[in-house]
């Protein structure tokens, strides 16, 4: 069970992912499960890419595009609504 806090915690994080992807930036989604040694981009466009970063810890590299049947995966896992803004 969720406690208030988390869920009003969860409740922003929703807010500011549309808001990101609503100015045109890329929202960075975080899973230890789904990659374990990096992140997911979600831009704009509803598409997706596996991140990393470099040895350097400052430069952002990109892995690979994820398929639309890995994006789909991804979205109810992690309970988030399709976004498209282009």
Request: no cysteine; proline share 5%; hydrophobic share 40%.
């Amino acid at each position: 069970m969720r406690t208030l806090e988390e869920s009003r915690l969860n409740s922003h994080l929703k807010d500011l992912r549309v808001e990101t992807l609503e100015k045109g930036f890329p929202f960075m989604l975080r899973d230890p499960e789904i990659a374990a040694e990096g992140f997911i981009y979600e831009f704009p466009d509803g598409s997706m890419k596996l991140m990393n970063l470099e040895d350097n810890l400052q430069t952002i590299v990109e892995v690979r595009a994820l398929t639309t049947a890995e994006i789909t995966v991804i979205r109810k896992k992690l309970n988030l609504p399709v976004f498209q803004y282009a």
